[in-house]
């Protein structure tokens, strides 16, 4: 069973604060990927990293792979109201396993 | 990009209906969809992954005679709740995997959800 977990669950900033979530597991992952969802609507992708070590950056998110493939980060600078919801990370196993979701970090980016 | 349609968005239901849900990729084909379940504040839980053409594989705990997946084609994935109970009422969420050169984005792609309601 692979098990993910994030770090923090509930995080709440002010507006232009930067911040860090955090998925981590025991297990080894062929790809990761980040999703937001709002309220009321279904997850969104955000990016899938595959290469440990990988980094990624999608304007003011960064996004970076373990290099042992078992974690990753996100980073968030000068957060804005807009970037409030539920990250959730989710990894898909080495041998194809449909993968699983994290239980998620919700933000709140207060203005 | 990949998109994948859900539909209804909401649905209120009397307590022993059914209910039926559906999920389309609009410009991929989608040999595999998933249908998820997520409570309120909480993160998604894979209830089954539905195969085009065969029989629906169900997770750990899930009834499969209550939730009936139907994959008829590779673009509708189906999910109907059957003598549904309060406790059924949920957030259920598909999402369809396109691999490459199926016509959309490699990966998963989420539709909207459909917020169940049983009275």
């Known amino acids: 069973t692979q098990l993910l977990k994030q770090s923090p669950q509930f995080l709440s900033i002010q507006e232009g604060e930067n911040l860090t979530v955090y998925c981590n597991s025991s297990s080894v992952f062929s790809s990761l990927q980040w999703y937001r969802q709002e309220p009321g609507e279904g997850p969104v992708l955000l990016v899938t990293?595959?290469?440990?070590?990988e980094v990624k950056k999608l304007k003011r998110l960064t996004f970076q792979f373990g290099d042992a493939r078992k974690d990753s980060s996100l980073h968030i600078t000068a957060a804005q109201p807009g970037d409030t919801g539920l990250y959730l990370c989710a990894g898909a196993g080495n041998y194809g396993q449909n993968f699983v979701f994290g239980p998620g970090t919700r933000l709140s980016v207060l203005p | 990009g990949a998109v994948v349609s859900q539909h209804p968005s909401r649905v209120i239901c009397k307590s022993g209906t059914s209910v039926k849900i559906e999920c389309r990729s609009l410009?991929?084909?989608?040999?595999?969809m998933f249908w998820y379940r997520q409570f309120p504040k909480q993160s998604l839980m894979l209830m089954a992954t539905s195969n085009e053409g065969s029989k629906a594989t169900y997770e750990q705990g899930v009834e499969k005679d209550k939730f009936l997946i139907n994959h008829a084609s590779l673009t509708l994935s189906t999910l109907t709740v059957t003598s549904a109970h309060p406790e059924d009422s949920s957030f259920y969420i598909c999402?369809?995997?396109?691999?490459?050169?199926?016509?959309?984005?490699?990966?998963?792609?989420f539709g909207s959800g459909t917020r169940l309601t049983v009275v």
């Open positions: 999402s369809a995997y396109s691999s490459p050169g199926t016509g959309g984005n490699y990966g998963y792609t």
């Open positions: 990293v595959v290469t440990g070590g």
């Open positions: 410009d991929f084909q989608a040999t595999t």
